[in-house]
């Protein structure tokens, strides 16, 4: 079955840039061209980040940006700040009847 | 301002249904479709599948179908999700999501715990 593999964990310092990354296989997931990433905090719901790789919705600070390439998106955490510190989703469109998967999310701890 | 707002938490034995309801305000309810996905502890995101608010259209993930219900009802802008022979594994947190551009999810309720124990 069609997977979407993340890293289990990140970190990062106050101020750096960092990267989390979001493999599958793109044939399987319309070429990766839906894909977004959501923000969860403990204990709450999630927050959209990014819709359809590259695109911030309406009130998403600049700091958080996504790309894609080949089989991989990435969305990319610049100036990282302590609150930035939640776990990461990603998820996509996919081919088969289970029309949307999540990747099994990136734990990110800003050190 | 846009939000959902979704029933209260469940408690249920095991083999019994759970029926969870989820309210849009704010906004058009029938010019979005409603997710649903799920979060058993300390587990990740699931999505179950989704609603079309206007014609009542589904699309359930292949795990769910033939056990798990998604209706609405346009007239007091409320979707619903039910999901029948419950077992231990579906112990989790359920939510609501507003659907956003292509397969986004912008929008989410607040969450509804459903505990499944004898």
């Known amino acids: 079955q069609s997977a979407l593999t993340q890293p289990a964990s990140v970190s990062g310092s106050p101020g750096q840039s960092i990267t989390i990354s979001c493999t599958g296989t793109?044939?399987?997931?319309?070429?990766?061209?839906?894909v977004s990433w959501y923000q969860q905090h403990p204990g709450k719901a999630p927050k959209l980040l990014i819709y359809?790789?590259?695109n911030r919705p309406s009130g998403v600070s600049s700091r958080f940006s996504g790309s894609k390439s080949g089989n991989t998106a990435s969305l990319t955490i610049s100036g990282l700040q302590a609150e930035d510190e939640a776990d990461y989703y990603c998820?996509?469109?996919?081919?088969?009847?289970?029309?949307?998967?999540f990747g099994g999310g990136t734990k990110l701890s800003v050190l | 301002q846009v939000q959902l707002v979704q029933s209260g938490a469940e408690v249920k034995k095991p083999g019994a249904s759970v029926k969870v309801s989820c309210k849009g305000s704010?906004?058009?309810?029938?010019?979005?479709?409603i997710n649903w996905v799920r979060q058993a502890p300390g587990q990740g995101l699931e999505w179950m599948g989704r609603i079309n608010s206007n014609s009542g259209g589904t699309n359930y993930a292949q795990k769910f179908q033939g056990w798990v219900t998604m209706t609405r009802d346009t007239s007091i802008s409320t979707a619903y999700m039910e999901l029948s022979s419950l077992t231990s594994d579906d112990t989790a947190v359920y939510y609501c999501?507003?659907?956003?551009?292509?397969?986004?999810?912008?929008?989410w309720g607040q969450g509804t715990t459903v505990t499944v124990s004898s």
């Open positions: 793109s044939s399987d997931f319309g070429g990766l061209k839906y």
């Open positions: 998820s996509s469109y996919t081919i088969s009847t289970t029309l949307v998967l």
């Open positions: 359809e790789v590259n």
């Open positions: 999501a507003r659907g956003f551009a292509s397969y986004g999810m912008d929008v």
């Open positions: 704010g906004y058009s309810f029938t010019a979005y479709y």
